[in-house]
């Protein structure tokens, strides 16, 4: 996981989630931010690096709480 993902980060990306209209992912790989992901989405492309490590806010939280 990269390094700019903390617990802080992610808790802030699934609580805009959850009481916004905000859809925010996560790229495992490079630590982008993606937007128009579902929640539980795993494994999505990123567009910044090209691998398929993009997670969705509520999906990254429960991997790392």
Same mark, same amino acid.
């Given at each position: 996981?990269?390094?700019?993902?903390?617990?802080? !980060?992610?808790? @802030? #990306? &699934? @609580?805009? @989630?959850?009481?916004?209209?905000?859809?925010?992912?996560? %790229? #495992?790989? %490079?630590? =982008? =931010?993606?937007?128009?992901? @579902?929640?539980? &989405? !795993?494994? $999505? =492309? %990123?567009?910044? %690096?090209?691998? !398929? !490590?993009? $997670?969705? &806010?509520?999906?990254?939280? #429960?991997?790392? &709480?």
């Amino acid at each position: 996981m990269h390094p700019s993902i903390t617990i802080e !980060r992610v808790m @802030e #990306l &699934a @609580e805009s @989630e959850m009481f916004g209209t905000d859809n925010p992912g996560l %790229c #495992l790989s %490079c630590g =982008e =931010e993606t937007d128009g992901c @579902e929640p539980d &989405a !795993r494994n $999505y =492309e %990123c567009p910044n %690096c090209g691998k !398929r !490590r993009v $997670y969705g &806010a509520s999906e990254v939280l #429960l991997m790392i &709480a």
